[in-house]
């Protein structure tokens, strides 16, 4: 009997498996398989992975396939040598897999794409949020004062964001749908990505940039930067304080991504003294954030946690995701978002 252990028993509520998703995926099996639906509570915040239950443990024992929220360690070893396909439910498969990923034999997928189009609104919203002042507006709201100064003044941070250029660090799933919904609102998009692309101009309009010389264009050229890469060891701290000094002056920076890409000390000291117009902040490196984090008090910070890609869309992008991927695995097929286990994503 051939086994798939299904490990998507989210402890959050809108996150929770509905009961049609299990029924489409065990009509999917082919004849001979069973599907094992794990009722214990699993863990899908960030790239999940956190420890899975003796129940999970005991049926992923001489499994083919094992689907949950990032891929625990501990998984791949009770599945020893059978194990031949881990999804992850998340965008990533979780930075601490990296080595155990590459002594594996197992194929490796994620859910990179399918949180894409909640986050890319969010982000839509978090531009716009600093762009026509809305931060200034809810400032003198939560004091009470009808204030419309920092709106007036000659040199007032509120702009069009049809005069504005958005670059996206990490042009992927969810980087192609922030592209998608910026281009037609801002004056130019442009989209860097690990490799060099066939075409210089994507079907949505956004310029596309690869290498050392389309990293320091996206710095020099973003209005607004939206980061949109993976957690991965060469991704740590990327954004450095360098590369933040070398966003334009006036710059709003856009993390959807991961808390540890971007060095906190840097980006502190750049919303602070205005080289950052402001800061909107949906992932951090603590989660949650300490309640004596500074970047609570920054008047030009927007914060919030972790929450960017909550939609009640999710499920069924993810089931067609698996289904799709369960036809190419018993057919032979290459797999659909295959991780790269070098790059670790």
Known sequence: MTRVVLDLEDRRPVWAMPRWAVDELAAALPEGWE????????????????????????????????IGFGIPEAVLDAGGETLEWVHSGAAGVGSSLYGAMLSSRAHFTNSAGIHGPPIAETVVAMVLHFVRGLDLALAAQVR?????????????????LSALTVGILGYGGIGREVGARMAPLARRVIGLRRSRPEKPVDSHGVRLLSGAKGLRRLFAESDVLVIAVPDTPKTRNFIDRAR??????????????????????????????G???GAALDVFPTEP??????????????????????TH???????????????????????RNEVNRAEGY
């Open 144 to 160: 009470g004062e009808w204030d419309d100064t920092p709106f007036l003044e000659a040199d007032t941070p509120v702009r069009e």
């Open 35 to 66: 599907l094992h639906v794990s009722t214990s509570p699993a863990d899908g915040s960030g790239d999940g992975g956190g420890a899975p239950s003796a129940e999970v443990l005991a049926a992923v024992r001489g499994a083919r396939v094992y």
């Open 275 to 277: 080289h950052l117009r």
């Open 313 to 335: 869309g999710f499920w069924r992008r993810q089931v067609d995701l698996i289904l799709g991927n369960l036809g190419r695995f018993c057919e032979g097929r290459p797999l």
């Open 289 to 310: 954030l300490p309640p004596n984090d500074p970047l609570w008090t920054l008047p030009n910070v927007l914060i919030t946690p972790h929450v960017s890609a909550v």
């Open 244 to 273: 933040i000094r070398s966003l334009p002056r006036g710059a709003l920076l856009v993390n959807v991504a991961r808390g540890k890409i971007v060095e906190s000390g840097a980006l502190l000291d750049a919303l602070r003294d």
